[in-house]
């Protein structure tokens, strides 16, 4: 059975590939700001991180439903996701910039926040839609409180932290600079495999199927 990725997130490609499954990732073109822009304006406030993680998970699993790379129309399930990080109420995506990843790292440093990761899952076996099915998982990040302003300069040098939610990973450099997870560690890095699993399931279909024989 194949497992389709709207995003282009590395992470997420390398975290499926170590569990058995090699997906056809297919870049979903989604206007992020502009989805979560308009949603908050039909509510007239602000999303939880939780809520917005699932918005644009959605978001980037139906972009691609009509899609059909090879020329091929889709057949298995989609899979879209996204993430965000939260310290203080406040919602941090990518920083892109040195800069805004310092100013991060300072305020972060031995303290503790919540990685969010939306999950999207739709059912698309026979060519067609047939269900579809989210859910939002967290887990708690505790930095470690000796990290030295060297070490910021230097992991922020490598270019790694700026194209991550919260400017920072737990499966590359970054993760010397975490004391612990609460909650399951596959949700920092954007993709919770036991939800994916759990999901699956409820659309009928077994998680077993999308490992690669």
Not at 2 to 14: G, M, V
């Given at each position: 059975m ?13 975290t499926?590939?170590n ?13 992020e ?6 949603r908050?304006a039909?509510?007239?406030?602000a999303?939880?991180?939780?809520d ?13 439903v ?9 057949d ?17 995506g ?13 305020v972060q440093?031995g ?12 059912d ?10 989210g859910?939002?998982?967290?887990a ?12 910021i300069?230097?992991y ?5 932290p ?15 600079f975490i ?8 949700t920092?890095?954007?993709l ?10 409820e ?7 999308l490992?690669?024989r």
């Open positions: 194949r497992l389709y990725l709207a995003s282009t997130s590395p992470a997420r490609l390398t499926l590939r569990v058995g499954i090699e997906p056809t990732a297919i870049a979903p073109g989604v206007d700001e502009a989805v979560v822009a308009e908050e039909e509510l007239g406030h999303l939880a991180a939780a917005m993680v699932q918005l644009l998970a959605r978001a980037k699993a139906e972009a691609i009509s899609t059909q790379p090879g020329g091929e129309v889709l298995g399930f989609i899979l879209g996701g996204d993430s965000a990080f939260e310290l203080d109420g406040v919602i941090y990518k920083p892109h910039r040195p800069e805004v990843a310092l100013e991060r790292w300072q440093r303290r503790s926040g919540v990685l969010h990761s939306g999950h999207w899952v739709i698309h076996r026979g060519g067609q839609v047939r269900g579809a099915v859910r939002a998982s967290s708690v990040v505790h930095f470690a409180g000796d990290i030295e302003d060297d070490e300069d230097a922020i040098a490598t270019g790694e700026l194209s991550v939610a919260g400017a920072f990973t737990i499966d590359s450099k970054g993760a010397a004391d612990r997870i609460e909650g399951d560690p596959h920092v890095v954007g919770s495999v036991p939800l994916l699993r759990v999901l699956v399931h659309l009928g279909g077994r998680f077993t199927d490992w690669n």
